[in-house]
């Protein structure tokens, strides 16, 4: 039976067959894989700190765990126009224009990026983070404004498609690092009764259509669009253009892996409850990846994750115990057929 083996802190597959990045991309085409790719990601607080600091930190994650995929946490914040503390008025929101990649929350994450992308193995997947023009714009004016925002439908659509333009800039930018992907993270599937619910209506008029203008604009990078929150109507974004789709399957009113495995071919990221990971036990940890796996059919066209951001503080013992359970994986499925 292949063996794990610590190296360096790590626990390495001894008889893997593939290097990092042709692991994640069987995966994301469905091809066969010698273990289901893993990754997990955390906040680091960076938007107090610079590029620079933001890529040692994420780099020594990445390291600390060996992670499959290196994706990059993005936690720069939207800052509204000079004056502008939030919106309260339609004038409001036509004083958000293009801006520059010189603006820090771009010229921060792309100095990260380049680091990281510098000092990291080349079969390493390196996964950028981007988050849809709404839900950026309410980051920087408060969730509470959503309402007002919708309810000036002309100065909103403005705003977003200058949002849009720039974070179009911005992925020109990524290109040249490179990168490999991004985790586009958006808020359109949010269902009432969530304080964030989002109607069919409003995620026609003030998500999908930005939404689609960004991924199209990642046309050639492996796109995981990633629903956030709950609950969630997947179906919104069922044909949205990616390869991944990424929800946190574990939380009240989504969709089960297996639920979504019906519904679509695409390459499916989940699997950890992110909420819990910190407080169960390492037996727990290895049922849920067991279990995620027997509802994804098996480990083709599937990546374990944890649903959204595993907290700062959590145990990497932890965190390997999800990671060593899916490269057992598929040593464990051949001793059993065997």
Not at 267 to 293: F, Q, S
């Amino acid at each position: 039976m292949p063996l794990l083996t610590e190296v360096a802190g790590c626990i390495r597959y001894d008889d893997a067959t593939m290097n990092k990045r042709q692991r994640f991309m069987a995966a994301v085409r469905g091809e066969p894989v010698d273990y289901p790719p893993t990754v997990a990601w955390c906040n680091f607080a960076t938007d107090a700190i610079d590029g620079a600091e933001n890529a040692r930190r994420q780099l020594a994650f990445h390291a600390l765990c060996d992670w499959d995929i290196c994706k990059v946490m993005n936690d720069y914040r939207l800052i509204p126009p000079a004056g502008i503390e939030t919106i309260t008025t339609p004038a409001d929101m036509r004083r958000f224009v293009k801006q520059s990649m010189s603006e820090r929350i771009y010229a921060e994450q792309l100095t990260c990026l380049r680091i990281m992308r510098d000092r990291l193995d080349p079969e390493v997947p390196l996964i950028d983070t981007l988050f849809e023009p709404f839900f950026s714009l309410l980051f920087a004016v408060g969730f509470s404004k959503a309402p007002l925002i919708r309810s000036h439908p002309d100065a909103a659509a403005g705003m977003l498609n200058a949002l849009t333009d720039t974070f179009i800039d911005y992925l020109a930018e990524i290109r040249k690092i490179p990168v490999d992907g991004v985790l586009y993270a958006t808020n359109a599937c949010i269902l009432a009764p969530s304080s964030r619910g989002i109607s069919d209506d409003e995620f026609h008029q003030f998500h999908e259509p930005y939404d689609r203008r960004l991924l199209n604009a990642m046309a050639g990078l492996t796109r995981i669009v990633h629903a956030h929150g709950n609950p969630l109507d997947l179906r919104r974004i069922l044909d949205y253009p990616c390869e991944v789709l990424s929800w946190s399957d574990r939380l009240a009113g989504n969709p089960s892996i297996a639920a979504l495995r019906k519904l679509t071919g695409k390459c499916l990221m989940g699997g950890i409850d992110e909420t819990k990971l910190h407080e169960r036990a390492l037996p727990e940890i290895r049922a849920e990846v067991a279990d995620a796996l027997a509802q994804a059919g098996g480990t083709r066209n599937f990546i374990l994750a944890p649903g959204c951001n595993v907290a700062p503080g959590i145990a990497l013992r932890a965190l390997h115990c999800f990671r060593d359970a899916a490269r057992a994986s598929t040593a464990s499925a051949a001793s059993a057929k065997g």
